[in-house]
């Protein structure tokens, strides 16, 4: 089976940068994507990565190492309309996809 | 305009009597996949679909059904609902099993 981690909730200022982490157990792995859902809407796609390291897509970035189970979704620069919920998903290679629960991040002033 | 359309956007209904909630996509993507999503469980994958007439089981296909005749579409069906069906339920679609999701608006689901 597949079994991913992350905190339930962090706060952070306007301006300012957070790291979401995610850890995971997975057999077969086949990718990890990071999702951005504001409440009452649907999820929205934000990075993937399957190889380690770093990608970098504006003010979001987001890292994987495969032997640690462990990958971070960074916000820089951040504003209030980032609150949201930010979602971590791996996907195996029988197609199949597990989401964590996700981390609720509130930006204040 | 490239998208995920699902229906009904809210549904109501009572123990028992069946129901489908729709699913088209108009991306020409392979790979098609329902969740539902809980307060405090996340979204969980129920079915998915790799291609026509190819389904599989998620965490938690119990009490549903998937059908994949054409690429697409692929409606949920809940033969005989029950309480502990009522969820938001998403639909999502991507280019193939590697390649990120586009999700539906949702369909709010109440079994009474």
């Known amino acids: 089976g597949q079994n991913i981690d992350q905190p339930t909730e962090m706060t952070a200022t306007e301006g300012a940068i957070v790291q979401i982490n995610c850890t995971y157990q997975?057999?077969?792995?086949?990718?990890l994507f990071w999702y951005q859902q504001h409440a009452g809407e649907a999820p929205t796609f934000l990075s993937y990565?399957?190889?380690?390291g770093l990608e970098e897509k504006g003010r979001f970035s987001s890292f994987l190492s495969r032997s640690k189970g462990y990958s971070y979704l960074l916000l820089k620069e951040l504003q209030m309309k980032d609150s949201a919920s930010y979602l971590c998903a791996v996907k195996n290679n029988a197609g199949k996809s597990t989401f964590g629960d996700g981390t609720t991040l509130t930006v204040k002033p | 305009e490239a998208q995920v359309t699902q229906n009904p956007r809210y549904l109501i209904t009572v123990t028992g009597k069946k129901l489908t909630v729709t699913c088209s996509q108009n991306?020409?993507?392979?790979?098609m996949s329902w969740y539902r999503q809980d307060p405090g469980l996340g979204l969980r994958q129920i079915y998915y679909?790799?291609?026509?007439?190819?389904?599989d089981k998620g965490d938690v296909p119990e009490g549903y059904k998937v059908s994949r005749k054409e690429k697409r579409n692929f409606p949920l069906i809940l033969e005989s609902p029950s309480p502990n069906q009522t969820s938001l339920y998403f639909c999502?679609?991507?280019?193939?099993?590697?390649?990120?999701?586009?999700f539906g608006n949702g369909t709010r689901l109440t079994v009474t």
């Open positions: 999502a679609s991507s280019l193939d099993s590697n390649s990120p999701l586009h």
């Open positions: 991306m020409n993507h392979e790979y």
């Open positions: 679909s790799m291609n026509v007439e190819v389904t």
């Open positions: 990565n399957v190889l380690d």
């Open positions: 997975t057999s077969g792995f086949n990718g």
